[in-house]
């Protein structure tokens, strides 16, 4: 035997373990003879083929990481919503005509809304005239159908074919997005067979969904901005499933109920981003969410600067590790955010329709308007008159109604409790401030460390706040136009500040707190809901 032919008898030779024992060949000669789900299966990790990815089970992989408590609260939050939807009478809640006036005009002739007049197509003209809806809103006095003879007249009426997509009008409606209105299209056709008040209700159902997601997103945005207390995030994420005003905009008809999941989701993302790094997924989720958000609702546009704001920070404090690939993510998510936005905005241009009018429209309304006074105006809005401002609201201040506004005001704002429960409503708000400040003493060395996340946050609020405000300077509508629900963009971080002031009573007596905080929610809301039914059907 040569020295060549040794060589390779012995690489014929199996291997010798460790213990003696003769090792299992691994080469292509030991597969042969085997069925190929053996072959496949014995093979080393460098020969064996690239597993096929599919996305569904990448999905199906996140949503098993998603706690059981913050399935709990998503439930809670679409039965508290559901509960709303059924004490609320028809078109009894804000803007509630206008918004399935656009929907039911995009359902029946494929088009968005023509005009933001408030002549409804006839069929529900007929239903509101006969459900008393006109004469129902802003007086108490006044009660929806009840006898058995107007409920038969008004059931016999919504069987007629009456016209449902002429004139166009959405009313306040006709300036927002299509996205929410959109997808309320598909429980519109599903309901179909029925009469326009099942098509309605299923409507409504499908916004409890996103007061669902609401909650989820607030309760994961809690885990990423609070991982060291785990318990707080089950105290925020049921504060925020127990929101009167969140449970019932989301009981509604109505683009609040998708645009407060959207901002959900966007803290979420953000605070995931900045404890675990601006990559590639992380982006894309980010651009998408902004865009969404923007095709949702115009205020989310309070939202967008904060954002952007964010985006830049993590990519400049990315690049330090991964150099241009932060940059790249930052770019991906630019794009993604600006694109839907950016084609909206085109073809409004190219259509002459109601959006551009709208802002058009709100520029010439500014133009003989100063600065400085636009600043006091909404400055008194939110915060004390300062003594050389001109005062804006007479008899009260805006900060007063906004607290009236959090212990509830319902309906379309007719619906409100004895002003002593306002009252006596300060002494819990006051304890949960003072317990909120405690917890920022004793955390200011960990929010020194996300001092940049906190001002992210910061703008973000600032910016929503900032929106409603200038609104309101235009149209010049005190009491009316302020409303709690127009700031529940800002419920995740709601439900941060029920969360710190939980932990504000420490470790020992901060889960009693937090049980305590979550039993004061729950009665506010079953009490909010018996004042409704008493408005209504009392």
């Known amino acids: 035997m040569n020295r060549h032919d040794a060589r390779d008898a012995s690489a014929s030779k199996p291997p010798i373990a460790r213990n003696g024992t003769t090792a299992p060949a691994m080469g292509a000669n030991a597969l042969a003879g085997k069925p190929l789900a053996h072959r496949r299966r014995d093979l080393p990790t460098g020969e064996s083929r690239r597993p096929i990815r599919r996305p569904w089970r990448a999905v199906r992989e996140a949503l098993r990481r998603i706690p059981l408590a913050a399935w709990t609260c998503a439930l809670l939050a679409v039965v508290n919503a559901v509960g709303w939807s059924v004490i609320s009478p028809p078109f009894q809640l804000p803007d509630e005509p206008s918004h399935f006036a656009y929907v039911q005009h995009l359902a029946e002739t494929g088009h968005l809304p023509s005009s933001n007049g408030e002549h ?25 159908i009840s006898t058995p003879a107007e409920q038969q007249q008004l059931e ?34 599903l309901a179909s067979g029925g ?7 299923l409507m409504r159902l499908l916004s409890a969904l996103f007061g669902g997601l609401t909650a989820l997103f607030a309760f994961m945005f809690l885990r990423e901005a609070l991982p060291g207390t785990p318990w707080v995030w089950t105290v925020g994420g049921l504060g ?45 989720a980010i651009g998408a969410t902004i865009a969404i958000g923007c095709m949702t609702k115009l205020t989310f546009l309070g939202l967008v600067p904060g954002a952007v704001l964010a985006l830049v920070a993590l990519a400049v ?37 109601t959006t551009l009018n709208v802002l058009s429209g709100t520029l010439t309304a500014t133009g003989h308007r100063s600065i400085p006074g636009a600043i006091a105006y909404i400055w008194q809005i939110y915060l004390p008159r300062l003594p050389d401002m001109t005062p804006t609201f007479h008899g009260t201040s805006g900060e007063a109604i906004w607290f009236e506004q959090l212990v509830g005001k319902y309906g379309w704002l007719d619906t409100t409790f004895p002003a002593w429960v306002v009252k006596v409503a300060l002494f819990p708000a006051a304890i949960l401030a003072l317990l909120f400040a405690r917890a920022l ?11 940049v996340e906190i001002l992210i946050y910061l703008v973000m609020a600032l910016g929503v706040l900032a929106i409603i405000g200038i609104d309101e300077y235009i149209h010049r509508i005190p009491n009316e136009y302020m409303q709690f629900r127009y700031v529940l963009p800002l419920v995740a971080l709601m439900g941060a500040a029920l969360a710190l002031a939980a932990r504000g009573a420490g470790r020992r007596w901060g889960p009693v707190a937090g049980a305590l905080i979550v039993m004061l929610l729950l009665a506010h809301d ?4 018996l004042l409704v039914i008493s408005r209504y059907y009392g």
């Open 120 to 144: 409804y197509p006839q069929a529900e003209e007929v239903a509101m005239s006969y459900l008393l809806q006109t004469q129902v809103r802003f007086s108490q006095e006044n009660h929806p």
């Open 156 to 189: 016999s009426e919504l069987d007629v074919p009456y016209s449902r997509s002429q004139p166009g009008d959405a009313g306040v409606a006709a300036s927002q997005p299509p996205l929410y209105y959109a997808l309320e299209t598909i429980p519109y056709a």
């Open 195 to 201: 009469t326009l008040l099942d098509q309605l209700a």
């Open 240 to 284: 925020v499933a127990l929101t009167p005003a969140l449970a019932m905009m989301s009981g509604a008809v109505n683009p609040d109920a998708l645009l407060f999941a959207v901002s959900s989701a966007l803290f979420y993302c953000l605070a995931r981003a900045f404890r675990r790094g601006l990559t590639r997924r992380i982006a894309i």
């Open 317 to 353: 404090r990315d690049a330090r590790a991964s150099g241009r690939t932060a940059y790249r993510s930052l770019a991906v998510a630019l794009a993604l955010a600006a694109a839907p936005a950016c084609l909206y905005l085109i073809d409004n241009a190219l259509s002459g329709k």
């Open 441 to 451: 003493v004793a955390s200011r060395g960990a929010l020194r460390l996300r001092l």
């Open 526 to 529: 079953l009490f909010s809901q």
